[in-house]
């Protein structure tokens, strides 16, 4: 096969994804190829247009039946959680003070052992935290809980059970959600009192808070300061992105029965949570096992996403996580996303090259160098699949661009 046709192929599954992103038969079909070509790499064929690269023995686990399903004991199946252990809290306040080094080794240990930790005396006021809570509270009330009960995950659940029907709604999550940006600041999707004043605030306070948390990032990676932050800007115009994401979860009758949000790892860069005081639910899989980020109060949650795995070449691997719906009370989780630009070309910090790379599935000696535009796209097509076919996908995605 040429480079060409391979070229033709990659380009075909991405205009799909573009122009089908709502058509199911369409994804199916851009999923269909996208696999094709995945297999078509990993068969052996790619390594000549990409150099070393894994060989035809090499079996692709996608923990997935042939319709997309997850497979019985996936990770990606309902699992019951283990009772929640002793969690991993940082108190950030340290970091600027005589407790530093240790503080900075701490966080890179939880970097490693949990992809997860919480943030206590991060810096943003617990005013400013509880106005939060009141508006988007209120908002959900005001603005978004008629129509919740209205939504297709609702109708879905309501019919199964209507039918008395052993099965579970797949491929939806029962998650009330919109988004905030800089690029909505003209019209912002709620109209609720202050809530519009207070979130700018308080993304404002956060966006501080992920740059400090990236540059003991770059400090803990030993890579320039700055180093991420500028990783993740693609050029002139063209800066990182920071979304904020509002999300509610209303109580369940049937937990059993459907996700409140399916198992994902994180598609960007720095992830920092403001979940419910008091109503669990978000859980990530540790050492095999899912576990509960148990509320704790006005703490910030921080995870990483695909691109710090990548930068990071696998020291810092983003962390399977999923939110189950609860039986009692109403959670809310808002959370805010560092991502690159869409034009940012993501690779690992040639620094950090040397490294030994753990754990790839995929029996990968590197992680792939890609636009995080077409990281994105496949992302959206496999966001509850495992991670490894995506970072093959763009690698072949990345050779025919160039070769
Ligand atoms: O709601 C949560 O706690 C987690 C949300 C999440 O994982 C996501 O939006 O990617
Ligand atoms: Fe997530």
Redesign the pocket.
Known sequence: MSCLVLKFLLRATLMLTHVCSRGVFCRYLAGELAMMITKIWILGLGSRFMGPGPRGDVEISLAHDQFGRPSSGSPYSHWTAQEPTTQSVVDFSKVDGKERANTLTLIDRYYQEWGFFQLINHGISEELLDRVKKVTTECYKLERAASFKNSKSVQLLNELVGKKSDEKVENVDE?DVFLLSDENDEEWPSKTPGFKETVKEYRTELKKLGHKVMEIMDENLSLPKGYIKNAFDGGEDNTAFFGT?V?H?PPCPHPEKIN??RA?T?VGGV?L?F?DDEVK??QILKDGVWTD?QPLKNAI?INTGDQIEVLSNGKYKSIL???VPQTDGQ?R?I?S?YNPSFKATIAPAPQLLDAKVENMASNETTYPKFIFGDYMSVYLEQKFQPKEPRFQAVKAVWVSKTC
């Open positions: 998650e994401k999300s979860y409140a949000l994902h994180d992830v949570l979940q639910g978000l980020v949650v996580h999923r939110v959670r989780s959370a996303f």
